[in-house]
């Protein structure tokens, strides 16, 4: 796998941001940002899962989208100086190559063809979060799993994702045991095996079937605005 945003990028105007690139290994449950944090690192992930949580003041918090392979961490920072709006924590192990937001801040001032795929970006990222409000509040736990275990699962290289059973229940905004129960329920009907943490993905077309139309919608939102290649 390699990260959407970079592949799109012609030559010219990635080796503009090439030589500042590094790779790194972020490992699951890392916090990358806070709210109120500097983004001053721009994330690619090549694979992996880097997860938008939005913090309420009495410590609850669910998530309000994802970050993948289609895009990155920090991107707007490449305009202008940005603080973060949310915790970003690592979901799944990630790779991904990394560069300072300065770094990229003169590269955005230099190219035509990275202004254009942050304001797509931006654009994808947002219609991402509004569908998932909508989600949130009108789906059922059942339905919202499935489509976080698609999304996920479009942007590893494994079948099998490790996840702490409050994690998740953060992720969805519920109780644990509402988590265990939908977990339970899925195994039954033969789309994942569940175990101490552990998910692993035996059916995706169950999971399709059983999913809300809001995994289809952010997923065509990405296809639409973050081509995978160029032109």
Not at 112 to 128: N, P, S, T, Y
Request: aromatic share 6%; glycine share 6%; net charge neutral.
């Amino acid at each position: 796998m390699q990260n959407r945003l970079l592949v799109a990028l012609p030559a010219e105007d990635y080796g503009l941001i090439a030589p500042q690139l590094a790779q790194v290994d972020l490992e699951r449950g890392r916090l990358l940002y806070d709210p109120g944090d500097p983004m001053d690192t721009v994330y690619f992930p090549h694979d992996g899962v880097v997860s938008l949580m939005t913090l309420m003041e009495n410590g609850a918090a669910i998530e309000s989208a994802t970050i993948g392979r289609e895009g990155a961490l920090g991107l707007s920072a490449a305009i202008s100086p940005r603080q973060s709006l949310s915790r970003a924590i690592i979901q799944t192990p990630v790779r991904a190559s990394r560069i300072s937001a300065s770094a990229l801040h003169d590269a955005w001032t230099r190219s035509a063809r990275i202004r254009d795929l942050v304001d797509r970006h931006a654009e994808a990222l947002f219609g991402h979060a509004i569908q998932s409000v909508a989600c949130n509040a009108l789906h059922s736990v059942e339905a919202r799993f499935c489509r976080w275990l698609l999304t996920c699962h479009d942007r590893i290289s494994s079948d099998t994702i490790a996840l702490t059973q409050e994690f998740l229940a953060d992720m969805l905004g519920v109780q644990r045991t509402t988590v265990t129960a939908v977990a339970r329920a899925l195994q039954e009907k033969g789309a994942i095996r569940y175990r101490r943490g552990i998910v692993e993905i035996l059916d995706r077309q169950v999971l399709q079937q059983l999913t809300c139309e809001c995994y289809g919608v952010v997923h065509g939102t990405y296809e639409r605005l973050l081509p995978v290649k160029d032109g």
